[in-house]
């Protein structure tokens, strides 16, 4: 009775909240980590640089995010953009979909969103729908900071883990993709009612304050609701306008320019061997 109770007061909450705030917004910061594996050839250097090499390369993962919502509108942009990896002489590390510059636009009234992209120099704007989220809510709860949360899931299936540059195996990276089911975990609070959350989460009663989707880890660590200075949130006008499935094809496309350009030919040296391993 009294978890009834607890969950009917929260329900009426949100509902008052949202009728009498017209205006609603906030911010949100958002800590992300993806884990990759990575291992490098260690015999064409030291220790020292070998453990920085590793650091630099995993601090590529370690973002922080902004969200600045209202109740039908969202823009996700990277805080402060991370400069890139450079060890040793003309060494240079360059990941894929890091960009520092790119902004998320959704609007989850009209279940559309506009994705900004500076990819290899080159601006693409993604124009889409909003696709349907299957959450399961459960009953189980926490609290991240002072917000009370539900846990939510879904499942969805993905790529298995792979080698996306690796110079002792040139045919590893050319294998067609194996597909694993994964759960995705949430979690979101009814005290902040909005149906929208962190990069491409949203759709559950409340704004999702921390996401586990295999070896991504996203965490809210900051919130700021109503700010004294009113937030714009304007969608995204520059780039090339292509939906997901283009971008998607075109992304494929330079992955394999790009690998085939590093790719060490026999009787060739080109330095260290480097590999890692991205599971989605």
Not at 113 to 129: A, C, E, M, P
Not at 210 to 224: A, F, Q
């Amino acid at each position: 009775m009294t978890t009834i109770i607890r969950v009917v007061v929260l329900a009426l909450t949100a509902v008052f909240t949202a009728v009498n705030a017209q205006d609603f917004q906030g911010v949100a910061t958002y800590k992300t980590q993806r884990q990759v594996d990575i291992k490098l050839d260690s015999t064409k250097m030291n220790d020292e640089m070998h453990q920085k090499m590793i650091a630099m390369m995993k601090k590529q993962f370690q973002k922080t995010f902004t969200l600045s919502f209202n109740k039908e509108e969202s823009v996700y942009k990277q805080e402060e953009a991370l400069d890139k990896p450079n060890v040793g002489s003309g060494f240079n590390i360059q990941i894929m979909g890091t960009g520092g510059s790119d902004i998320l636009y959704k609007n989850t009234k009209n279940q559309r969103f506009v994705d900004q992209k500076d990819t290899f120099g080159k601006i693409f704007l993604v124009k889409d729908s909003i696709e349907g989220i299957e959450w399961k809510l459960g009953s189980e709860t926490k609290y991240i900071g002072e917000y009370q949360c539900y846990k939510a899931t879904y499942t969805k299936m993905v790529e298995k883990p792979r080698v996306v540059f690796n110079s002792e195996n040139e045919e590893e990276g050319e294998k067609e993709p194996e597909m694993e089911e994964r759960t995705v975990t949430a979690w979101y609070t009814p005290q902040i009612p909005v149906n929208n959350g962190p990069d491409n989460y949203q759709g559950l009663p409340g704004l999702i304050l921390e996401v586990h989707d295999g070896k991504l880890t996203i965490v809210c660590s900051k919130i700021v609701l109503n700010p004294k200075d009113k937030i714009d949130i304007k969608e995204p006008e520059k780039g090339k306008v292509v939906n997901q499935k283009k971008y998607e094809e075109i992304m494929d496309k330079k992955a394999k320019e790009m690998m085939e350009r590093f790719r060490p030919r026999k009787g060739r040296d080109n330095g260290e061997s480097i590999e890692i391993r991205i599971g989605g």
